[in-house]
């Protein structure tokens, strides 16, 4: 990964988004081999090319760039329609029952040790 004055700036460690809807939302940089990630947004890419990403930023601005914090873990709960008057309050009631019983965690979280390690490895390995 190269900053806007061709300096290396890192590796991509994760690009985040959603696969199913086809969305680029940014990349998780690593900086060092166990440092944590931090965050480049989708906007601050210029280009990307065959193992090369550039970047809009200086190497002070990636300095300065927020942890990447992985995604929360989500799910969607579809109701079935049934038709009647119930239909509405039926469906609620399923999703207050998936909530209590497969809790969703709703907020996002910073990586892990182990999940660090995982990403240095592969990079390595590629």
Do not use: C
Request: proline share 4%; charged share 25%.
């Amino acid at each position: 990964m190269y900053a806007a004055d061709g300096s290396d700036v890192g590796e991509v460690d994760e690009v985040a988004g959603d696969d199913g809807r086809d969305i680029f939302d940014g990349l998780a940089v690593a900086r060092s081999a166990l440092g944590r990630p931090r965050y480049v947004p989708a906007e601050q890419v210029t280009g990307i090319t065959q193992g090369a990403v550039h970047l809009s930023l200086t190497r002070d601005q990636v300095d300065a760039l927020g942890e990447y914090l992985e995604p929360a873990t989500s799910a969607e709960i579809e109701a079935g329609s049934k038709g009647g008057a119930g239909g509405a309050v039926g469906a609620e009631l399923r999703e207050l029952e998936g909530d209590a019983l497969a809790p969703v965690q709703r907020h996002e979280h910073p990586m892990n040790l182990w999940r660090r390690l995982y990403f240095l490895l592969r990079r390595r390995i590629s």
